[in-house]
């Protein structure tokens, strides 16, 4: 009764052999992923994902189907995203595999525009805020929010005097 109850056996893959004990605490080392390599400055400006150039070739310089100004189909298309590049190629040629657009002229935010910071108007910063208590609903639901740019006090409101209640 007692082999009926002896746990199993190890099998083949749940062996490890390329688990040891370490000798003492000292053959520890813990690595932070940012210790692996420091980036210069420069190359965490370029790190960044340009925006991709969005190109069309065409086989002719004739108008198409909703480019001519005027028509139905025209006002339909007005607010299509226009192409950063448009090549002409004509049939039977081959097209060039690579854009004229250098990688400067390129923007890195969607069409160029600068992306807004964002400004936080806290009542008192000293204090924390509804969401920034760890272990509460709040702050899970808050962990998805984007980080804020800026975090200031907000400005107190202008006292009243007591006759402009009246």
Same mark, same amino acid.
């Given at each position: 009764? *007692?082999? &009926? ?7 083949? $893959? ?11 605490? /000292? ?20 790190? *960044? ?7 069309? &070739? ?13 028509? $139905?189909?025209? +006002? ?8 950063? &590049?448009?090549?002409?190629?004509? $049939? ?9 657009? /250098? ?13 807004? +910071?964002?400004?936080?108007? +806290? ?12 272990? *509460? ?25 007591? $006759?402009?209640?009246?």
């Amino acid at each position: 009764m *007692t082999a &009926e109850l002896s746990p199993p056996r190890k099998s083949v $893959e749940l062996q490890d052999p390329g688990a040891k004990d370490l000798d003492s605490s /000292s053959d520890e080392h813990f690595e932070d992923a940012s210790e692996g390599g420091a980036l210069a400055e420069a190359d965490r400006n370029s790190a *960044t994902s340009p925006i991709p150039v969005t190109r069309v &070739e065409r086989v002719d310089d004739v108008p198409r189907h909703g480019e001519v100004p005027g028509t $139905e189909a025209y +006002k339909q298309r007005i607010l299509d995203a226009v192409p950063d &590049e448009v090549e002409v190629v004509p $049939e039977g040629t081959r097209s060039r595999s690579t854009s004229r657009l /250098s990688v400067s002229d390129r923007p890195l935010t969607p069409g160029g525009s600068v992306v807004p +910071k964002t400004v936080v108007e +806290k009542i008192d910063p000293d204090k924390p805020s509804h969401g920034d208590v760890p272990g *509460t609903h709040a702050y899970e639901l808050r962990a998805a929010d984007a980080v804020p740019d800026v975090v200031v006090k907000a400005p107190q409101p202008p006292q009243r005097k007591p $006759e402009d209640l009246r």
